[in-house]
């Protein structure tokens, strides 16, 4: 009887030779009797038969079960099908790839670009720009890296550049034949990272629709196949296989509450300190409960992380075999982590629903989600199903713990924890120096996540300690031996060491600053993540702490609609579009806003910076904090003046990457003083983002205004000359407030027209002041008396601004 896992990986690469077709396009090569795509993926298999035996897996099946996918192809009948694992390929191949239409394998010509996911999204009456492309090989290297995946007008997609893909995927392929040991599951995961960082910009078709990457759609063919060959119990009949039906369950796991349990810290209230480690703990937690929930109903079903075709922000979708033993796992799911949240306090609610799905349902997944997502509101009427009476919700009327004010605390003492805040002020800690996440079946590294069949720890830590699964918190695809995916869910916590490089002090000048400030809380060396307190003193001018909210706009309607098209045979939505996008945007959010935060230089280039604003981000954005970033969307907390700049560069940034008219981000941004309590902190920025998206959206919300994204940058100017103008006394404080004040009299609401016109001659008075000190600024002001001016529209964000970052209290 044949593996799942076997049939996986033939899936996986069985339209690999697609890039080594167009790396050696219009050459002859021996052992390659046509120019197809599917004899070069049996060159692939021959090429590495030591690595595929190594692993348990017969070469010379591999090579026939792999490149016989096109049961399409009379002419070509060696490429036709004829196993039940080769029909299981073709038609998960069928499935996957609804986008497009089958040829006579032709070629596959490597000038056509991978087009933007966003390129056919249908939003607000308008698509993406498809005169764009993304390069495989780019100016910051090959393949997928931070800053790589923004399309140009001119993308390399020469034959050398899939020369190189290639010659660095075989780089990769040694290393993995090199290691002493490997089996089949951590060779079919190790090869999905290896596709994923070289072939995430290479398009799968080039012949019709170029906007699925081969990554994609390899990843989501090996799902299926996998999926499909479960449920004929590994064992079926070519004539089953071929008969459509419910054979699939599509799965969607969703956790409630995630804002209200990330939020939920009293510390600040309390006197509880170490807020801003157990604020990143907590928000990491929510993010592997989600995930290890996926992971434990793959398990028991016997697929792997393949099968989970979307994900991100606590929410996943899992394609599944439709068999008993995957309906039982589910609802073994459903009730175990049910149980699991009672027992946590109830803050996060998980909530699983699930619908049949037939090979058919492919060609129209929109269609698919929207049923699943209708089970998924039903289920969340119920929260707990399995409970038969409020009894078993009772507990034992104990202490709340200090900090989160929900669980019962270890000790009957004032300023008691729960065992579970004291363990994310322990992970918080160690956040810095971790850069990845290990998920074990039994024994691992304390401290851990206890979450229902697993345990969850940081890593690397030394000790006997094996993890079935890895994520690995940066962008590095080198194969070790394990499974593992790139994942970053760890975040960013700037450290000490970011401001001794923000400042130019020393480690013991910056310690007595700090006591000096008032600002000590606890020992520590460089690694120390810095505190609330210590960010908001960083600031340049008055020394607040600054909050972003940003969420990416229309992201339902893009998934419910946007690849909907109303023609005959020309509907769009595929699951390998759709996962192409959600894979997209998770990358932004997940690895571009880290690497923006990090290494700013990064975007020097692409954002147009010159070598001094390069240095000067390259030593402020290190101090952010990243509360969370993923899925589409994010909140950050650091010092005020680094974080609005930041807002800005993110913005552009993000125009940059999707290239569509009705993609923006909307959110908001606020100052807060660093004892602020993190509740009040979130649900201020959630209604300033409710604001934003309320006058139009593309907005940001600030100084009590919301403001679209290009004005703000017309009035970045205004405050800056504000600073300088107030830096040399051209301007005072005092007039600057009289400005203010007319702003609020004549802008209030209630007036008309005619009224709000009333401030002119009164400001027109109050500037004869400024004239007496200096004409060319008087001049620069008068702009202000043209009402119809951004200027004196949004008067209150550029004035405020330019004051905080003068004053210093």
């Not at 079946?441 to 993890?467: D, I, Q, S, T, Y």
């Not at 008055?542 to 909907?564: H, I, K, N, Q």
Request: with cysteine; glycine share 10%; aromatic share 10%.
């Amino acid at each position: 009887m044949t593996s799942g896992l076997h049939v996986a990986l033939a899936a996986l690469v069985h339209d690999l030779g697609k890039l080594l077709s167009r790396a050696r396009w219009g050459e002859r090569d021996e052992g390659v009797p046509d120019r197809t795509h599917t004899a070069y993926t049996a060159f692939f298999v021959r090429s590495y038969a030591g690595l595929f035996r190594k692993a348990g897996v017969d070469p010379a099946w591999l090579e026939e079960t792999a490149s016989r996918h096109h049961e399409g192809w009379q002419k070509r009948p060696q490429y036709q099908p004829h196993t039940p694992e080769a029909w299981c390929v073709a038609l998960a191949d069928t499935y996957a790839s609804q986008e497009r239409e089958e040829g006579e394998g032709g070629g596959s010509p490597p000038e056509v670009p991978l087009l933007p996911a966003t390129a056919q999204l249908r939003l607000m009456g308008q698509e993406g720009r498809k005169d764009l492309g993304l390069s495989p090989v780019h100016a910051l290297g090959e393949g997928l890296v931070p800053g790589g995946p923004y399309p140009e007008a001119q993308p390399n997609v020469r034959k050398e550049a899939y020369r190189r893909i290639w010659e660095r995927l075989e780089a990769r392929l040694q290393t993995l034949d090199a290691l002493p040991h490997l089996d089949p599951e951590a060779l079919l995961l190790s090869l999905a990272a290896l596709f994923q960082e070289g072939l995430s910009l290479v398009p799968a078709d080039t012949q019709s629709e170029p906007d699925v990457s081969l990554y994609d759609h390899l990843r989501l063919t090996a799902a299926i196949a996998h999926a499909l060959w479960l449920y004929h119990g590994q064992s079926p009949r070519v004539e089953e296989l071929r008969q459509d039906g419910e054979k699939f369950l599509l799965a969607v796991g969703d956790l409630g509450g995630i804002q209200g349990h990330i939020y939920r810290i009293a510390g600040a209230e309390t006197g509880v300190g170490g807020i801003a480690k157990r604020l990143r703990a907590r928000s990491l937690e929510v993010s592997l409960a989600a995930e290890a929930m996926a992971l434990g109903i793959l398990r028991k079903v016997g697929l792997t992380p393949l099968n989970r075709i979307m994900g991100a922000g606590g929410k996943f979708y899992l394609l599944l075999p439709h068999t008993q033993g995957a309906l039982e796992a589910l609802e073994g799911a459903r009730e175990a982590w049910g149980r699991w949240a009672l027992a946590d306090g109830g803050s996060l609610l998980p909530h699983l629903a699930y619908v049949p799905l037939r090979g058919a349902d492919f060609r129209d997944f929109a269609k698919a989600l929207s049923r699943v997502h209708r089970e998924l509101a039903l289920a969340k009427l119920r929260p707990f199903p399995f409970l038969e009476g409020s009894q078993e919700t009772l507990r034992q009327a104990l202490r709340p713990c200090a900090a989160c004010g929900l669980r019962p605390a270890r000790e009957d003492a004032p300023g008691s924890l729960c065992p579970g805040c004291e363990r994310e002020a322990e992970v918080g800690g160690l956040l810095p120096r971790r850069d990845r996440v290990g998920f074990f079946l039994e024994e691992a590294p304390k401290p851990f996540f206890g979450l229902p069949g697993l345990r969850v720890a940081l890593g690397p830590a030394p000790g006997p300690w094996a993890a079935f699964h890895t994520y690995r918190a940066r962008p590095d695809f080198t194969p070790d031996g394990t499974p593992f995916e790139v994942k970053p869910l760890l975040g960013y916590l700037p450290t000490v060491e970011k401001a001794l490089k923000a400042t130019g002090m020393n480690l013991e000048a910056y310690q007595a600053w700090v006591r000096e400030e008032g600002l000590w809380e606890e020992e520590g060396d460089e690694h120390r993540p810095l505190t609330f307190s210590e960010l908001a003193a960083l600031s340049e001018g008055a020394p607040y702490l600054g909050g972003l909210m940003l969420d990416a706009d229309r992201m339902g309607e893009a998934f419910a609609t946007g690849f909907r098209r109303e023609e005959k045979g020309k509907d769009l939505a595929s699951p390998s579009r759709m996962a192409a996008l959600s894979r997209s945007l998770e990358w932004f959010f997940s690895v571009e806003v880290l690497e923006l935060i990090q290494r700013p230089g990064t975007y020097a280039q692409r954002l147009g910076w010159d070598g001094l604003e390069a240095r000067r981000k390259g030593q402020r954005y290190p101090l952010l904090y990243s509360v969370y970033s993923g899925g589409d969307d994010l909140f950050l907390l650091g010092p005020w003046d680094a974080l609005l700049d930041f807002a800005l560069d993110l913005e552009r940034l993000y125009r940059l990457y999707t290239q569509h008219p009705a993609l923006t981000l909307s959110g908001a941004f606020l100052l807060f003083a660093p004892k602020s309590p993190v509740p009040q902190m979130a649900e201020a920025l959630r209604e300033g983002e409710k604001r934003a998206k309320e006058a139009g959206r593309g907005r940001l919300f600030l100084f009590g205004q919301a403001v679209a994204w290009d004005t703000l940058r017309e009035l970045r100017a205004w405050q800056e000359g504000l600073r300088l103008h107030l830096q040399k006394e051209r301007v005072s404080k005092a007039q600057v407030y009289r400005w203010l004040a007319l702003w609020r009299r004549f802008w209030s609401e209630g007036l008309d027209e005619g009224e709000r016109m009333g401030y002119k001659p009164l400001l027109a008075y109050a500037l004869r002041r400024v004239r007496e000190k200096d004409e060319g600024t008087w001049k620069t002001y008068l702009n202000l008396l043209d009402h119809q001016q951004p200027a004196w529209q949004y008067l209150p964000v550029w004035v405020q601004w330019g004051l905080y970052g003068e004053r210093r209290e």
